[in-house]
């Protein structure tokens, strides 16, 4: 499961780089004859899918080497140990 979220996640992270690309030559396109015109939507959705493609190869990394269990171990610590905080806070 793991490795099949990671290739899903990792084909999104194209999908955005490629559309990120057809935006940014879009915007150039529009822009010509401005030198120093920045394509922001280029520029977030670059960033979004770099990260979503990263997110991608984690899981499937997790997948291949079957660390669900240690995935699972570190998120159920980080809920303990959030229980743990409301409870001082609460005394």
């Known amino acids: 499961l793991q490795f099949s ?3 899903l996640y990792s084909f999104i ?3 955005a ?3 990120a690309y057809s935006e940014r030559v879009t915007d150039m396109i529009a822009h010509s004859k401005d030198q120093f015109h920045v394509s922001w939507l280029s520029l977030v959705m670059q960033v979004s899918s770099w990260m979503m493609l ?3 190869l984690v899981y499937m990394l997790f ?3 079957c660390l669900k269990a240690l995935r699972d ?3 159920k610590d980080y809920r303990e140990r959030w229980a743990d905080y409301r409870e ?3 005394k």
């Open 17 to 19: 780089f490629q559309e």
């Open 63 to 65: 997948g291949l080497c």
């Open 5 to 7: 979220r990671g290739f």
């Open 54 to 56: 990263a997110l991608g």
């Open 73 to 75: 171990k570190v998120k």
């Open 88 to 90: 001082a806070i609460k």
């Open 13 to 15: 992270g194209l999908s």
